[in-house]
């Protein structure tokens, strides 16, 4: 797979990574089938229905092999997988990896066009699914051979071996689904993965006496990433295909799970949940945080009332876990920031600050499937250009923002996350989240979406009367308010999706009176 247009990382940095052993020096079996060795009753990964030890998935994934192998799967193969969350398609991951194959990930939730677009994007030989999504997502239309995850655990082919794949090649690509029309492939190696997860591992302290709670997609960077810490550091992983408050909640307590990483959404209902049920105390030991603005109240409820170690972290599938919180932060230091560099990365700012952050490291992607995004993400000297805006200062990271999350009124311009933190108190308000019009007397125009359960009761004097009162600047006040009956729409990672709330199309929309 060939991979164009992106600016590489000087050898010499290159030649560190490995120095410093962030690249090479491992192999595959130095992680699924070393855990398995050393401890082989040790639960591996549970999804509610299966739950498989680390001596069952090695045998489960060395049958993968023989079957994938059976149809083709070899060095170079690129296997499109839509992916539940649940242990076969763990599994089949890991096999696809083994076969020497790159791992095209898209999760079940997905529509048809993004099937075709990953199917013509990679030129994958072999879709992996479930029956039922390869019906309802017309896979069989496309002139593909499909398996079904069921097939693959069952199949009788022998497996005849197979051998260490190189780590720098492409392993894994996981689409993005940010700010742009169509899902961007990003294109990662064992040897980023690996570092990615590494830096997971390192800030949260994982040890093979833990089990990570996973709701987010396996065909996400965050649910590949743990995949890889837990097997590699002989924890458990708990899999959450269908994430709801309350059932989670029983679940993350029956079975132990004393990690979660991910999206903040996932930790505030988990703890509104547990408010509800007068509880003042979970199994979790820690969380990291990322993805998103990430409330402060949140952070503080976890150590005050639960015990919880926080972990901030930043990063994206393009560059995991770049940042996070150090382990010996404590107190305020565990929340003030997005963190310390992990090992091997390196921070710009482009600009004066705040500007817009320039990362490097081992996690680094290999790049874009498509050279034209990949001629716009890069720098000289193989820095990354995150879109995010923020501050380095004295070895620790602040993020500010987004360029793009930035709403210009008559040339001034405002911050849709500084709205949305103050708006997020709002009575009533279950969620919130700024976001841009269009607007011909001043260029943009800025909006907020207000979720509660009692729309009639929000008026736009109430909204914006109440953001005077929380200290927000009379210039920064919205002018448009859109009360939902209905969650707002977030990508698998829980990011929200200001731009499906620019369409206008759903929830009661208020007017400033000039625009009335």
């Given at each position: 797979?060939?991979?164009?247009?992106?600016?590489?990382?000087?050898?010499?940095?290159?030649?560190?990574?490995?120095?410093?052993?962030?690249?090479?020096?491992?192999?595959?079996?130095?992680?699924?089938?070393?855990?398995?060795?050393?401890?082989?009753?040790?639960?591996?990964?549970?999804?509610?229905?299966?739950?498989?030890?680390?001596?069952?998935?090695?045998?489960?994934?060395?049958?993968?092999?023989?079957?994938?192998?059976?149809?083709?799967?070899?060095?170079?193969?690129?296997?499109?997988?839509?992916?539940?969350?649940?242990?076969?398609?763990?599994?089949?991951?890991?096999?696809?990896?083994?076969?020497?194959?790159?791992?095209?990930?898209?999760?079940?939730?997905?529509?048809?066009?993004?099937?075709?677009?990953?199917?013509?994007?990679?030129?994958?030989?072999?879709?992996?699914?479930?029956?039922?999504?390869?019906?309802?997502?017309?896979?069989?239309?496309?002139?593909?051979?499909?398996?079904?995850?069921?097939?693959?655990?069952?199949?009788?082919?022998?497996?005849?071996?197979?051998?260490?794949?190189?780590?720098?090649?492409?392993?894994?690509?996981?689409?993005?689904?940010?700010?742009?029309?169509?899902?961007?492939?990003?294109?990662?190696?064992?040897?980023?993965?690996?570092?990615?997860?590494?830096?997971?591992?390192?800030?949260?302290e994982v040890t093979e006496r833990d089990t990570a709670f996973l709701s987010t997609p396996l065909a996400s960077i965050t649910g590949l990433l743990q995949t890889h810490l837990t097997t590699e550091r002989g924890a458990g992983l708990l899999l959450e295909d269908r994430f709801a408050a309350a059932?989670?909640?029983?679940?993350?307590?029956?079975?132990?799970?004393?990690?979660?990483?991910?999206?903040?959404?996932?930790?505030?209902?988990?703890?509104?949940?547990?408010?509800?049920?007068?509880?003042?105390?979970?199994?979790?030991?820690?969380?990291?945080?990322?993805?998103?603005?990430?409330?402060?109240?949140?952070?503080?409820?976890?150590?005050?009332?639960?015990?919880?170690?926080?972990?901030?972290?930043?990063?994206?599938?393009?560059?995991?876990?770049?940042?996070?919180?150090?382990?010996?932060?404590?107190?305020?230091?565990?929340?003030?920031?997005?963190?310390?560099?992990?090992?091997?990365?390196?921070?710009?700012?482009?600009?004066?600050?705040?500007?817009?952050?320039?990362?490097?490291?081992?996690?680094?992607?290999?790049?874009?499937?498509?050279?034209?995004?990949?001629?716009?993400?890069?720098?000289?000297?193989?820095?990354?250009?995150?879109?995010?805006?923020?501050?380095?200062?004295?070895?620790?990271?602040?993020?500010?923002?987004?360029?793009?999350?930035?709403?210009?009124?008559?040339?001034?311009?405002?911050?849709?996350?500084?709205?949305?933190?103050?708006?997020?108190?709002?009575?009533?308000?279950?969620?919130?989240?700024?976001?841009?019009?269009?607007?011909?007397?001043?260029?943009?125009?800025?909006?907020?979406?207000?979720?509660?359960?009692?729309?009639?009761?929000?008026?736009?004097?109430?909204?914006?009367?109440?953001?005077?009162?929380?200290?927000?600047?009379?210039?920064?006040?919205?002018?448009?308010?859109?009360?939902?009956?209905?969650?707002?729409?977030?990508?698998?990672?829980?990011?929200?999706?200001?731009?499906?709330?620019?369409?206008?199309?759903?929830?009661?929309?208020?007017?400033?009176?000039?625009?009335?």
């Amino acid at each position: 797979m060939q991979i164009a247009g992106v600016e590489p990382i000087p050898a010499e940095v290159r030649q560190r990574y490995v120095d410093e052993g962030l690249w090479g020096g491992q192999g595959l079996r130095d992680g699924l089938e070393a855990a398995a060795a050393r401890d082989p009753q040790r639960v591996a990964v549970g999804d509610g229905t299966t739950t498989w030890t680390y001596a069952e998935l090695v045998a489960a994934v060395d049958g993968a092999v023989g079957c994938l192998g059976g149809h083709g799967c070899g060095p170079g193969t690129a296997v499109l997988v839509i992916a539940p969350l649940v242990a076969p398609a763990v599994a089949v991951y890991h096999a696809v990896l083994r076969c020497g194959g790159v791992a095209v990930m898209v999760d079940r939730r997905c529509g048809r066009a993004d099937v075709v677009n990953a199917l013509e994007a990679t030129a994958a030989e072999l879709v992996v699914t479930t029956p039922d999504l390869a019906e309802a997502l017309g896979v069989g239309e496309l002139d593909v051979p499909i398996v079904s995850f069921d097939h693959v655990l069952e199949c009788t082919t022998p497996s005849t071996g197979w051998v260490e794949r190189d780590p720098a090649l492409p392993a894994a690509i996981v689409f993005t689904s940010g700010t742009t029309s169509r899902p961007k492939g990003v294109v990662h190696s064992l040897d980023t993965l690996r570092a990615g997860a590494r830096n997971m591992a390192e800030i949260m302290e994982v040890t093979e006496r833990d089990t990570a709670f996973l709701s987010t997609p396996l065909a996400s960077i965050t649910g590949l990433l743990q995949t890889h810490l837990t097997t590699e550091r002989g924890a458990g992983l708990l899999l959450e295909d269908r994430f709801a408050a309350a059932s989670s909640l029983a679940r993350l307590w029956a079975e132990g799970a004393t990690i979660l990483g991910g999206a903040p959404v996932i930790i505030e209902e988990l703890f509104t949940q547990a408010e509800r049920e007068d509880l003042h105390e979970v199994p979790l030991r820690t969380m990291a945080l990322g993805g998103a603005m990430i409330p402060r109240d949140v952070l503080e409820l976890a150590v005050e009332r639960y015990g919880i170690r926080p972990v901030r972290a930043y990063g994206s599938s393009e560059v995991p876990m770049s940042t996070g919180t150090l382990p010996s932060d404590e107190g305020e230091g565990r929340i003030a920031d997005d963190g310390a560099c992990a090992r091997g990365t390196e921070v710009r700012i482009l600009g004066e600050q705040p500007g817009e952050l320039l990362l490097r490291g081992p996690m680094r992607m290999l790049g874009y499937l498509d050279e034209g995004d990949n001629a716009e993400a890069f720098t000289t000297g193989g820095w990354y250009r995150t879109g995010d805006l923020g501050r380095f200062a004295d070895g620790r990271l602040t993020v500010t923002g987004r360029l793009k999350e930035i709403v210009s009124r008559k040339g001034l311009k405002i911050s849709l996350t500084e709205i949305d933190d103050v708006a997020r108190r709002l009575p009533g308000a279950e969620e919130v989240a700024a976001f841009g019009v269009p607007d011909p007397e001043t260029g943009e125009r800025l909006a907020l979406a207000v979720v509660t359960a009692d729309p009639d009761a929000v008026t736009f004097d109430g909204v914006t009367g109440w953001l005077l009162d929380a200290g927000l600047a009379k210039w920064k006040l919205p002018e448009q308010v859109v009360v939902r009956g209905r969650p707002l729409p977030r990508t698998e990672s829980g990011k929200v999706q200001r731009r499906l709330l620019a369409d206008g199309t759903e929830g009661r929309t208020l007017l400033a009176p000039r625009l009335s």
